[in-house]
Structure formats: C-alpha cells, structure tokens
C-alpha cells in the first residue's frame, strides 16, 4: 500500500452530506453513528458528526489534488453547485496561480474548504 491522507472533515448531518458528495460522484464506503467515509476515485473524504457546526465560522479544509481540475469543476457545476462568493455550498473558479498551478475551490454544505489544485 501506497501513502495516503484523507481528510477528517466535519458533518451535520452525514444524511445530507451523503446526499451533496453523491451528486458529485462519490459513494458511501463506510458509515457508523461516529464516522462516516466516502470515495471517488483515487479520493476519500472522511467525516465525524458536528450537528452544532455554524458553516459560517468553519475553519475546516482540504487540497483535492487532482489530475484535470476543470474537468472536475465542470461536473461541480453541471450538479448545481453555484458559484458565488458567500454562502454555501459554493464554488470559485480555478485560476492559474504564480507557481504555475491551476487552483479553485468548493466549499460543502457545512462551510469546509475545499481547494482543488492541479500541479503544473
């Protein structure tokens, strides 16, 4: 087995957060009262309950780092997710940065950050 990382973020609901992730093409690996995980691919997002998050202070985040980014945000965009620059779920277009990588970023359901880097 290869290194690896998943991200630990926070739910309110892992109902609902199974169903935003699921438009997006992931699916539930594993799911207890305490954790739940889902999968896309070569990406896992875990999640823990947090039923008295406020989206608005959230500080929780993550890097998808991934092979075609616009591809990504295409399929982000074609499920609805808007783009727009307060509340959430949201998305902000991928933009070239001065290091040469293309980043964007989707904000969930429960205000954690997701950014969505493609190296160059």
Known sequence: MSD?????LPSRSFEATARF????????????????????????LEFFP????????SSFGSCLRL???EGF???LVAAGIPEKTSGWPRLHRPKREAW??????????DGS??????EP
Request: aromatic share 10%.
């Open 113 to 118: 950050l997701l950014r969505l880097i493609q």
């Open 50 to 57: 947090y039923p008295d998050l406020d989206p608005a202070t």
């Open 4 to 8: 690896r990382a998943t991200p630990n």
């Open 67 to 69: 092979a075609d980014v």
């Open 73 to 75: 945000y295409a399929e």
């Open 100 to 109: 040469g990588g293309l980043v964007g970023a989707l904000i969930d359901p």
């Open 21 to 44: 992730y699921a438009a997006i093409g992931f699916s539930e690996s594993w799911r207890d009262t305490g954790w739940m995980i889902l999968k896309r691919g070569g990406l896992t």
